[in-house]
């Protein structure tokens, strides 16, 4: 199985970038670091055969659902946006899973899963857009059942910045953050770095895990990100 990256951040700090960078990385001609939304490398699951796909399905739907009953109250929270988001974040947690678990299934040891997003960002986005904070026993208890990563790379910068990078994206702010107002979005902005600062000072049992890493960087401070995993290994 692959080495596992989680890339985790709030709104604009660089988790596609960094993904992206990485990915571009290759040894000896080779691509060694696989994105799991990147349609580009979905040709590594083409081995995989009718059962094994079928089985990473089901499992993923009973994950969902084992997710959902521990974490349920987030479905009540109230949101600061207008639209219901539930059921499109279902299918895109379903997606995104499903593609992970296919690339763990086809990937080799020597060769990296940078999982973005992941199954934290997930559980952490909610909390973004309410008046609601993560608790210390719901992060413990998502990260006793749910996290599975070898590394996890929290990407960050000045909320000052992730404002201006969000509002200059080619592909437009984030669905939830559309209609909203600027101070609302630079809100969110500052509320998702506290959140994911509090998920990681709590995260006592994880600490040995998570790469510190400031954007913008430039691409040699990324093959220095790329080999510390490895030497980390």
């Not at 994950?63 to 895109?92: A, D």
């Not at 999982?115 to 609601?132: A, K, R, T, V, W």
Request: proline letters at 2%.
């Amino acid at each position: 199985m692959p080495k596992l990256i989680e890339i985790i951040g709030s709104p604009g700090s660089g988790k596609t970038f960094v993904s992206h960078q990485l990915r571009s990385i290759k040894t000896k001609t080779k691509q060694v670091f696989f994105h799991s939304s990147n349609w580009r490398d979905f040709h590594k699951l083409n081995k995989l055969n009718f059962f094994t796909k079928f089985f990473i399905r089901v499992k993923v739907i009973i994950l969902i659902i084992r997710f959902y009953s521990l974490f349920h109250k987030r479905f009540f929270s109230k949101k600061i946006y207008k639209r219901s988001f539930f059921f499109r974040t279902i299918l895109l947690i379903h997606r995104h899973l499903i593609s992970i678990e296919m690339f763990k299934k086809s990937l080799s040891d020597n060769e990296c899963l940078i999982m973005e997003p992941g199954l934290i960002m997930y559980f952490l986005q909610d909390n973004f857009y309410s008046n609601e904070a993560l608790t210390v026993k719901d992060i413990q208890v998502f990260n006793q059942i749910f996290v599975n990563a070898d590394f996890i790379i929290y990407v960050n910068c000045d909320a000052r910045i992730q404002f201006k990078r969000l509002q200059l994206r080619r592909r437009g702010l984030p669905q939830r953050m559309r209609n909203l107002n600027k101070k609302n979005i630079y809100n969110i902005i500052e509320k998702s770095n506290n959140e994911i600062k509090k998920y990681i000072l709590n995260s006592n049992n994880l600490k040995d895990k998570f790469i510190d890493f400031k954007t913008p960087k430039n691409f040699n401070q990324i093959k220095k990100l790329a080999n510390s995993i490895n030497l980390k290994h």
